[in-house]
């Protein structure tokens, strides 16, 4: 097991990709922090992984709360000693074309897709500075490297969270911290299953692969920035979109 005696925090752990994260780094014997608003799913979760031989612990955090935010990390921290991963992958979609958004629908957005990895990215690196190590991977998204209609704020997150990982993972690499981004593209979520028959299948349309990722196939990709094998792989945008954007 490559990340054994190793912490992994995952936000927005309690569903979708991040469950995905979460079971997958839990899998190669990391300890991993579910952090999620839905308490009921998020213990739901950490349940499941725990019958499955994978110590999880959840935290109930709104990722935009930064107060919040940095007393989860100290307990984190007080408890395990470490966070040697941390996934920021908590993230909303309020979507309308922009003519008919109301400002808290462009707020709200960023401040859970961008602020929240500002938050969890600021405490943890004190941290990860004194270690000289740490993985940071954040979730971006294909609209945040191609645009799309009616997802304005989405998208305007998703660029600034690429623009954000570049920016940090130059900050941060002499300290031995790495930070890079995951785009997906079309994954099957329950956050992606709400959208109309029709908007599937438009996207669907302009897959070359002809079929929607699995939030596993994030996961590994996930798996792999976290690992030695990455060690030399900093402040990329790796797209995992079936040749949706290329």
């Known amino acids: ?118 938050n969890f990215c600021r405490a943890a690196l004190k941290s990860m500075f004194n270690a000289r190590y740490g993985r940071i991977v954040n979730i971006a998204s294909v609209v945040g490297l191609m645009g799309n209609v009616g997802q304005t704020n989405y998208a305007a997150s998703k660029a600034g969270l690429i623009g954000f990982s570049k920016s940090l993972a130059r900050e941060v690499a002499p300290r031995g911290i790495t930070v890079n981004c995951v785009a997906p593209g079309y994954i099957a979520t329950p956050m992606t299953e709400k959208l109309p028959e029709e908007v599937k299948k438009a996207f669907l349309d302009i897959i070359p692969m002809k079929r929607f990722g699995l939030p596993v196939e994030v996961a590994r990709v996930v798996k792999f920035l976290c690992s030695d094998d990455a060690a030399y792989i900093t402040g990329q945008v790796i797209s995992v979109n079936g040749g949706m954007y290329m």
């Open 1 to 118: 097991m490559i990340f054994k005696e190793r912490v992994s925090l995952v936000t927005g752990a309690s569903q979708g990709i991040g469950e995905a994260i979460a079971e997958e780094l839990g899998r190669e014997g990391a300890t991993v922090v579910l952090v999620d608003i839905q308490k009921e799913k998020l213990d739901q979760v950490a349940e499941r992984l725990s019958a499955a031989g994978i110590k999880a612990i959840p935290f109930e955090a709104d990722v935009s709360d930064s107060a919040r935010v940095t007393r989860v990390v100290e307990e984190v921290i007080s408890s395990l000693g470490r966070i040697d991963h941390l996934i920021n992958n908590a993230g909303i979609t309020r979507d309308t074309l922009l003519l008919r958004m109301k400002e808290e629908e462009w707020d709200l957005v960023l401040q859970i897709n961008l602020k929240g990895a500002f």
